[in-house]
């Protein structure tokens, strides 16, 4: 029987104040109406509501946090340009 991975999403907000906010998430639905909820992550609960802008997945949890901490890492105007579909950031290899 093989092991079941779990899949994980990566997923940018666009709160109410014009921010971004970078997530990860197994279930990107549920988590969206967590954080429209004011039960999500403290920074959104206060940029109330917040708008799926983009997501990549599914992916393994380890992949996803990965990919996470790699988009986090770049410039708003880069984040922007990634939601555009205008900017393709490569998923880093394991080292």
């Not at 996470?68 to 950031?89: C, D, F, Y």
């Given at each position: 029987?093989?092991?079941?991975?779990?899949?994980?999403?990566?997923?940018?907000?666009r709160?109410?104040d014009?921010?971004l906010?970078?997530?990860?998430?197994?279930?990107?639905?549920?988590?969206?109406?967590?954080?429209?909820?004011a039960?999500g992550?403290?920074?959104?609960?206060a940029?109330?509501?917040?708008?799926?802008?983009?997501?990549?997945?599914p992916?393994?949890?380890?992949?996803?946090?990965?990919?996470?901490?790699q988009?986090?890492?770049?410039?708003?105007t880069q984040?922007?340009?990634?939601?555009?579909?205008?900017?393709?950031?490569?998923?880093?290899?394991?080292?």
């Amino acid at each position: 029987m093989p092991i079941k991975r779990k899949r994980a999403y990566v997923y940018i907000l666009r709160c109410a104040d014009d921010t971004l906010y970078i997530g990860t998430a197994k279930e990107l639905e549920k988590r969206l109406a967590t954080h429209n909820s004011a039960k999500g992550a403290k920074y959104t609960r206060a940029r109330l509501p917040v708008t799926l802008t983009y997501q990549e997945g599914p992916m393994s949890l380890t992949k996803a946090l990965r990919r996470e901490h790699q988009l986090k890492q770049l410039t708003r105007t880069q984040k922007q340009a990634v939601i555009a579909g205008e900017l393709l950031v490569p998923h880093r290899r394991k080292r």
